[in-house]
């Protein structure tokens, strides 16, 4: 009985990441003791938020099967440059910035999905073409170094804590991921990514346009990638060119840690959103300790390839 | 020799095994029967190694055995023919065939010649017609079938089980396939037959043992009982001959839907068939003579080379199959996993798959009314299902395939299309989908069903149109129905009411 609950929740991947997030603060509490404050809290709040949004249309891709967007962090650092290029501070241009970015990220996003669907290239390869191409356009279109910001009403919109430990930027990633989880699940697009991520044939013979669907999930993912690109920029006031290129592997780490299953077919909503602050918490925990960034990113590389094994294993179906 | 002993085995909650015993003499023919989700794959893949036991003995010659994998399977000179077919599509029939036991020569070589003449003498012994260079992927499946027979048997085993490898022979095949199966059992091999089709086992088997819902209710000698006692141990109930519906006052004047000159490739050479409001048409014929392709290329599912198809006195023409379930045609494949299970989803969603496919990405849905609405098929149907919630995986093969027809009641098409929609389904499950179906006709929907299985065809198709090397060799209907017209249409024996 006792084995059967523990059992279920080692399967319940959301609230493990959860649990896993705390213990990990609490140990880098115990290693030292400053890192419990209001502030130190805001940050790792601040840093998940960030995360969020190219997590959630990294969320989409993945589900509509077989699918992956390495260009997410790529394109988050280009509509970043995009941004503060168009604004120069003024806070007028932040409505047209928006689009932009929201147009850009959606456009380049559809060249993945029609690249993947109709072409037939696989996404791996297609994506990471993609993030080359994003890479090398940021240069094009900031002339290697951006110089604009973003205009301070955006910015302080973002960092501004309110009760001192929660940033304006936690509660725009709150509302973005509300909707997206309302779409995904009142739409009939949300349906139909999980049928076409599960079984594309059988969703093809049910007369659902996959290929459309799916082609349209990249369309989303390269969106909402682009947002956080946007809200990246704004965070940080300034730019320089791939600042966010890292968020590739962060957002598919969070996306799988948080129990969306990597084949397709099955996302968990609440477990993105747990998986984008254990990696947090997690990264924080190591600069507190004092390990250098090249050591950082080999552990932070080892504990994802442990939580990956972790928790994607599948049980046993009948055949 | 062989005894396993209230073996038990589930996956998660379901469970597969409970209480299942079977007993095997040297040299005895036995027959493992039941309904689909009774366990007798399961129970064969416990034996070959490739699905562990939770509980029970398995003894060969009164000795306990462990069977943890393939490997000691095989140590025990167990071979397994499966069900779905363990061919790797990329090698050639000889590499499959001798995979994991090559012949060795000096010096641990693998001894090619030596090789190649003993598959060779053995696929010919048993009318495997294929080249040992051939590959699987482009055989006919009952070519397959007969090699993965062939590579169990080329393991020279004391004990062969066969996992319905005779559901895609034709029955010449079926035939030369029991007179060798005789030589084995004669010179000392035990043989577990498992198979759907009742009406052999009286030919090749002494004894059956018959289980259900995992666990063995029978063991019984088939020399002094018969098909009726059979199907009741499979279901618990006695067998009702099913009454043949009439097909008369249906009007030629009716079509729905007129197809002329079809033709795909290779496999679908001009076919033309006109087919009327409310009908239920069968297509017949030896796997693979096209009636498949035909099936979907009316679908959309897989492109045409010519050929005029009217819907409703409207040309069509689709280029995929989301135009033709617009239009009011539905498909349901007899391969449930690849082509209609969303096997992550819930029992619910499944159902609702086609409807979700009406309408704009972005309009809205609730799950409130998806489950009301599926909640109805489920209960207008009887489908017998414990929670709308549950995972489509918690069913058997039969419940399963119910499901999917409620898929499309729910949307209620003009014309079903059918792929051999029974194909390893249980008797029982197999009469609920006829009586869904004759419901269907009668409420005006037209159905076209492909199917392997004679009996079935005859029992609910008004006409029977039957193919042969890509054209419909023959069309029966009313009184030409019969079991012995059928079988020899699909020989290409009769040319007799040939269709225009």
């Known amino acids: 009985m006792i084995s059967r609950k523990v059992k279920s929740f080692f399967n319940n991947t959301a609230l493990m990441a959860l649990m896993l997030s705390i213990l990990l603060y609490i140990t880098m509490v115990i290693f030292r003791p400053t890192a419990l404050s209001l502030n130190s809290i805001a940050t790792i709040f601040s840093t998940a938020s960030m995360l969020i949004f190219v997590c959630a249309g990294q969320m989409i891709v993945i589900t509509s099967g077989d699918g992956i967007d390495l260009s997410a962090g790529a394109m988050m650092s280009t509509t970043a440059c995009i941004t503060v290029e168009l604004m120069k501070g003024n806070n007028e241009k932040l409505i047209p910035a928006i689009l932009v970015c929201m147009a850009f990220g959606f456009i380049f996003g559809i060249l993945n999905g029609l690249g993947v669907t109709y072409i037939g290239i696989p996404a791996l390869i297609m994506t990471l073409c993609m993030s080359t191409v994003l890479t090398k356009l940021q240069i094009v279109i900031s002339n290697g170094a951006p110089r604009g910001t973003v205009s301070k009403e955006l910015s302080s919109s973002l960092t501004t804590r309110f009760f001192g430990v929660i940033p304006g930027i936690f509660i725009w990633a709150f509302l973005f991921f509300l909707v997206v989880v309302l779409f995904l699940k009142y739409t009939k697009f949300g349906h139909r990514l999980n049928l076409i991520g599960t079984n594309f044939e059988a969703a093809n013979l049910s007369g659902i346009r996959a290929k459309h669907v799916r082609t349209l999930a990249y369309g989303l993912g390269g969106m909402m990638a682009g947002i956080g690109g946007l809200v990246g920029a704004g965070y940080f006031r300034q730019m320089q060119v791939s600042t966010f290129n890292s968020y590739t592997m962060q957002s598919i780490s969070a996306v799988v840690i948080g129990g969306t299953m990597l084949s397709g077919g099955k996302a968990n909503y609440l477990g993105t959103v747990f998986g984008a602050l254990l990696l947090t918490v997690l990264s924080q925990f190591l600069s507190s300790i004092n390990t250098s960034v090249a050591m950082r990113n080999v552990i932070m590389g080892v504990m994802l390839i442990i939580l990956l094994i972790a928790y994607n294993r599948k049980p046993a179906v009948r055949q | ?500």
Not at chain 2, 298 to 305: E, L
Not at chain 2, 419 to 434: A, F, I, Q
Request: aromatic fraction near 6%; hydrophobic fraction near 40%; include cysteine.
């Open chain 2, 1 to 500: 020799m062989l005894e396993l002993i209230n073996i038990k085995k589930s996956f998660g909650a379901v469970i597969a095994l409970n209480q299942a015993s079977l007993t095997l003499e040297k040299g005895e023919i036995v027959a493992l029967l039941g309904a689909n989700g009774s366990g007798k794959s399961t129970l064969v893949k416990i034996l070959g190694g490739t699905v562990k036991k939770d509980a029970g003995t398995i003894t060969v010659d009164q000795k306990p055995v462990e069977i943890r994998s393939s490997a000691e399977s095989r140590a025990r000179k167990i071979a397994v023919a499966y069900q779905e077919l363990s061919l790797i599509p990329r090698m050639t029939v000889y590499e499959n065939v001798m995979l994991g036991h090559f012949h060795k020569g000096r010096f641990g070589q693998v001894d090619e010649r030596k090789n190649r003449s003993f598959v060779c003498s053995l696929l010919e012994k048993y009318g495997v017609a294929c080249n040992l260079d051939d590959f699987p992927k482009d055989l006919p499946s009952s070519t397959l079938s007969l090699i993965e027979i062939v590579k169990a048997i080329s393991w020279d085993p004391d004990i062969l089980l066969l996992d319905e490898v005779t559901a895609a022979l034709h029955h010449n095949e079926v035939e030369n396939l029991f007179s060798n199966l005789r030589v084995l059992s004669e010179n000392g091999i035990s043989i577990v037959m498992v198979t759907h089709r009742l009406s052999e086992i009286f030919n090749i088997a002494s004894r059956a043992v018959i289980l259900r819902n995992g666990e063995s209710v029978a063991d019984v000698d088939l020399k002094k009982t018969d098909i009726n006692k059979i199907v009741y141990h499979m279901t618990g109930k006695m067998p009702e001959i099913a009454e043949n519906p009439s097909d008369e006052k249906r009007s030629m004047e009716d079509a729905v839907l007129v197809v002329e000159n079809l033709s795909i490739g290779e496999s679908v050479k001009n076919v033309s068939l006109r087919v009327n409001r409310g009908e239920i048409i069968g297509l017949g014929g030896l796997e693979g003579q096209g009636q498949s392709q035909f099936l979907r290329s009316i679908y959309g599912a897989i492109p045409r080379d010519s050929g005029l198809i009217t819907l409703a006195g409207k040309k069509v023409d689709y280029k995929s199959s989301a135009n033709a379930v617009k239009d009011g045609i539905g498909f349901i494949s007899g391969n449930r996993n690849r082509e209609s299970i969303f096997s992550l989803r819930t029992i619910g969603e499944n159902i609702f798959s086609a409807k979700m496919s009406m309408g704009r990405n972005f309009s809205g849905i609730s799950n409130r009314m998806i489950i009301r609405q599926t909640n109805q098929i489920v209960k207008d149907y009887e489908i017998k299902i414990g929670n709308i919630n549950d995972p489509i995986t918690s069913l058997s093969g039969g419940n399963q395939q119910k499901v999917v027809f409620g898929r499309w009641i729910l949307v209620s098409p003009e014309i079903l299309l059918l792929d051999d929609p029974t194909k390893g389904v249980d008797v029982s499950s197999r009469r609920e989908l006829h009586n869904f179906l004759r419901k269907a006709a009668d409420q005006g929907m037209t159905v076209l069903i492909v199917s392997s299985d004679n009996d079935e065809l005859l029992e609910i198709a008004n006409r029977i149109y039957v193919f042969y090397e890509g054209g419909i060799h023959c069309m029966l209907c009313g009184t030409d129905c019969t079991e012995e017209k059928l079988v020899s249409a699909m020989m290409g024996m009769t040319a007799k009411d040939s269709v225009k």
